[in-house]
C-alpha cells in the first residue's frame, strides 16, 4: 500500500514535535505537514509519560484538519497504528510485528513504538496532530515492559534504515490508510487492526483504572473500544488503559 505522502521537514533537535506541531498550527500554518527531529529535549507518551529521545530513534508528528467530531478522529490512531505496523514490517521476517491496544507498536511481543495523538479546536476549525515515536536504533532501558528496537530484529540481508526512510513510509503509510478510513469508515480500519493484534483470544490485564480488570480480549467494537470477557462471562468495554499479558515473559 503505498501513497505519496506530505513533505518532511526534519529538525536538529526540538522540545517535542508534537507540541512544535502545535505551535505552528497555532501560527495559522497550512495542514496537511510532518515535522520529524533527530532528537527532543521533552519527548512524552501518553498521559504525559517522558518519552526517552535516544539519537538514531524516529520522532515524527503530522498535522491535519477534520470536520469530524472527536470521537470520530479518536479513531485514528489505529489508523496510525497501521501505518507504523506497514513502515515497520519491511524489515524485519513474517509475523515479528503486532499492535497492542491502544496504540503500541510491538516487536517479538516487546514495545518497539507508541503513539500519541492530540486534538483541539481554533479559529480555523478542529485539528489533529498525530505523534509517533519508533524505536530504530536502540531501545530505553527501565521500561515497566520488555522494549527492542528495528536494529534487534532485522530481517537477513537487510540494513537498519534511516529514520528519514522509515519516517517517510509511514507517512505515505499513513496517507492510504486515511484513505480507507474516509472511504470506507472505521469498520475496515477494525478488520485490518485485529489482523494484526497481539493478543487476541488470551488473557490479558489492563492497568491504568481504579482497579486492574482481568479476562480475554475477545474484540474491539464499533468506536475502538476493548471489549473484555470477564471470569463471570459479563463482557467490559474498556475505553483505555495499558494492557499487559500474564502468561508470557
Same mark, same amino acid.
Given at each position: 500500500?503505498?501513497?505519496?505522502?506530505?513533505?518532511?521537514?526534519?529538525?536538529?533537535?526540538?522540545?517535542?514535535?508534537?507540541?512544535?506541531?502545535?505551535?505552528?498550527?497555532?501560527?495559522?500554518?497550512?495542514?496537511?505537514?510532518?515535522?520529524?527531529?533527530?532528537?527532543?529535549?521533552?519527548?512524552?507518551?501518553?498521559?504525559?509519560?517522558?518519552?526517552?529521545?535516544?539519537?538514531?530513534?524516529?520522532?515524527?508528528?503530522?498535522?491535519?484538519?477534520?470536520?469530524?467530531?472527536?470521537?470520530?478522529?479518536?479513531?485514528?490512531?489505529?489508523?496510525?497504528?497501521? *501505518?507504523?505496523?506497514?513502515?515497520?514490517?519491511?524489515? #524485519?521476517?513474517? +509475523? &515479528?510485528?503486532? %499492535?497492542?491496544?491502544?496504540?503500541?507498536? @510491538?516487536?517479538?511481543?516487546?514495545?518497539?513504538?507508541?503513539?500519541?495523538?492530540?486534538?483541539?479546536?481554533?479559529?480555523?476549525?478542529?485539528?489533529?496532530?498525530?505523534?509517533?515515536?519508533?524505536?530504530?536504533?536502540?531501545?530505553?532501558?527501565?521500561?515497566?515492559?520488555?522494549?527492542?528496537?528495528?536494529?534487534?530484529?532485522?530481517?537477513?540481508?537487510?540494513?537498519?534504515?534511516?529514520?528519514?526512510?522509515?519516517?517517510?513510509?509511514?507517512?505515505?503509510?499513513?496517507?492510504?490508510?486515511?484513505?480507507?478510513?474516509?472511504?470506507?469508515?472505521?469498520?475496515?480500519?477494525?478488520?485490518?487492526?485485529?489482523?494484526? *493484534?497481539?493478543?487476541?483470544?488470551?488473557?490479558?490485564? #489492563?492497568?491504568? +483504572? &481504579?482497579?486492574? %480488570?482481568?479476562?480475554?480480549?475477545?474484540? @474491539?467494537?464499533?468506536?475502538?473500544?476493548?471489549?473484555?470477557?470477564?471470569?463471570?462471562?459479563?463482557?467490559?468495554?474498556?475505553?483505555?488503559?495499558?494492557?499487559?499479558?500474564?502468561?508470557?515473559?
Amino acid at each position: 500500500m503505498t501513497q505519496s505522502a506530505p513533505r518532511i521537514e526534519r529538525l536538529a533537535e526540538i522540545d517535542s514535535t508534537n507540541e512544535e506541531a502545535k505551535r505552528r498550527l497555532g501560527a495559522g500554518a497550512e495542514t496537511p505537514f510532518w515535522i520529524s527531529a533527530t532528537a527532543q529535549t521533552a519527548g512524552r507518551g501518553r498521559r504525559g509519560r517522558p518519552w526517552q529521545s535516544s539519537g538514531g530513534n524516529l520522532f515524527l508528528s503530522g498535522a491535519y484538519r477534520f470536520s469530524s467530531d472527536p470521537g470520530e478522529l479518536a479513531q485514528l490512531s489505529f489508523v496510525t497504528a497501521l *501505518a507504523a505496523y506497514d513502515a515497520f514490517a519491511a524489515h #524485519v521476517l513474517p +509475523g &515479528a510485528v503486532s %499492535l497492542k491496544w491502544p496504540n503500541d507498536l @510491538l516487536l517479538d511481543g516487546a514495545k518497539a513504538g507508541g503513539i500519541l495523538l492530540e486534538s483541539g479546536t481554533d479559529a480555523v476549525g478542529r485539528w489533529l496532530v498525530v505523534g509517533i515515536g519508533l524505536n530504530i536504533a536502540d531501545a530505553p532501558d527501565n521500561t515497566p515492559y520488555p522494549a527492542l528496537a528495528l536494529a534487534d530484529r532485522l530481517a537477513p540481508g537487510l540494513n537498519r534504515p534511516h529514520p528519514d526512510d522509515v519516517a517517510r513510509d509511514l507517512a505515505a503509510a499513513f496517507e492510504s490508510w486515511l484513505g480507507v478510513w474516509r472511504r470506507e469508515g472505521f469498520t475496515a480500519i477494525r478488520k485490518a487492526w485485529l489482523s494484526r *493484534a497481539s493478543g487476541l483470544g488470551e488473557p490479558i490485564v #489492563v492497568k491504568g +483504572g &481504579a482497579e486492574d %480488570l482481568y479476562g480475554v480480549f475477545e474484540d @474491539l467494537d464499533a468506536g475502538g473500544a476493548l471489549c473484555l470477557r470477564q471470569p463471570d462471562g459479563a463482557l467490559m468495554r474498556v475505553a483505555a488503559g495499558d494492557v499487559f499479558f500474564p502468561g508470557r515473559k
